[in-house]
């Protein structure tokens, strides 16, 4: 994903359980997951037993409350849906 680099400050959209709406929260991305698809890998192989990665997914630490959170495989949403990231709005 263009523009996704580790360090960057994104948005972090957080939904708690039991929380009704969503909270957003600043985060500095801390890992970029490359895309990966086990399923295109043969059976047995390191790859196919690896993790599904979308393009945009990564590890984050997202300041809620004032400290840093780890935040681990959250995926990219224009939409901001929860439990994902997005970029900052322009000002």
Same mark, same amino acid.
């Given at each position: 994903?263009?523009?996704?680099?580790?360090?960057?400050?994104?948005?972090?959209?957080?939904?708690?359980?039991?929380?009704?709406?969503?909270?957003?929260?600043?985060?500095? %991305?801390?890992? !970029?997951?490359?895309?990966?698809?086990?399923?295109?890998? &043969?059976?047995?192989? =390191? /790859?196919?037993?690896?993790?599904?990665?979308?393009?945009?997914?990564?590890?984050?630490?997202?300041?809620?409350?004032?400290?840093?959170?780890? %935040?681990?495989? !959250?995926?990219?949403?224009?939409?901001?849906?929860?439990? &994902?990231?997005?970029? =900052? /709005?322009?000002?």
């Amino acid at each position: 994903m263009e523009g996704l680099t580790i360090g960057r400050i994104v948005h972090h959209v957080s939904q708690l359980e039991g929380q009704v709406g969503t909270t957003e929260y600043a985060a500095i %991305v801390s890992r !970029v997951h490359a895309a990966h698809h086990p399923e295109n890998f &043969s059976a047995g192989s =390191i /790859e196919s037993c690896a993790e599904s990665h979308n393009d945009g997914d990564v590890d984050l630490f997202a300041f809620m409350e004032s400290k840093p959170v780890p %935040v681990y495989n !959250v995926s990219y949403s224009a939409e901001k849906l929860p439990n &994902s990231w997005h970029f =900052i /709005e322009q000002a």
